[in-house]
């Protein structure tokens, strides 16, 4: 059972070889290689989607917390600074003083909640398409890395084989 598999096994990797034109093991290296660069090409721009998408995220909660606690901090800057006033109502305010960060951070101006949005899910559509090319990618690679196995093992083997035909040939001589 074992050597039909592994016969079958070769068989493939030989008509793999052949449909897909690689004529030497450095060509099959070159496109794994080739593979690889790629899949990593995608992964870094999926981390890049992802680091803007937590951005926007970012973003788009301290607009919203801006505007919910706006109230509560013109009327905490108003009392005076009160202390009282301030634990009545410390949750707003820290989060009213974290939403001005970020508007510091972009010097006051930020995109509206629809331009980020739209933004979002722009890159969500890209994130999408990164990976479904990154699954094709793997595949292709997985594919590939397998066809190089078998073909190291097709190598190693007919040396092997044609040395066990010659000491055959030796012995019945």
Do not use: C
Not at 117 to 141: C, F, H, I, P
């Amino acid at each position: 059972w074992a050597e039909r598999n592994n016969i079958d096994a070769i068989s493939q990797t030989v008509i793999f070889l052949k449909e897909h034109h690689i004529g030497s093991p450095e060509e099959l290296e070159k496109q794994i290689d080739e593979l690889q660069s790629a899949y990593e090409e995608k992964k870094a721009s999926i981390r890049q989607a992802q680091n803007r998408m937590k951005e926007i995220n970012r973003q788009r909660q301290a607009i919203r917390d801006y505007r919910r606690t706006k109230e509560i901090y013109t009327q905490f800057r108003e009392s005076g600074w009160s202390a009282k006033f301030y634990q009545e109502h410390r949750a707003e305010i820290e989060a009213h003083k974290n939403a001005q960060a970020v508007y510091e951070l972009h010097d006051g101006k930020l995109p509206t909640l629809k331009e980020l949005t739209a933004e979002y899910d722009v890159l969500k559509g890209q994130l999408n398409a990164y990976k479904s090319d990154m699954a094709e990618l793997k595949s292709k690679m997985t594919d590939l890395k397998h066809v190089r196995y078998n073909y190291k093992t097709l190598a190693r083997d007919i040396p092997q084989t044609d040395q066990y035909h010659r000491r055959e040939d030796r012995i019945e001589r």
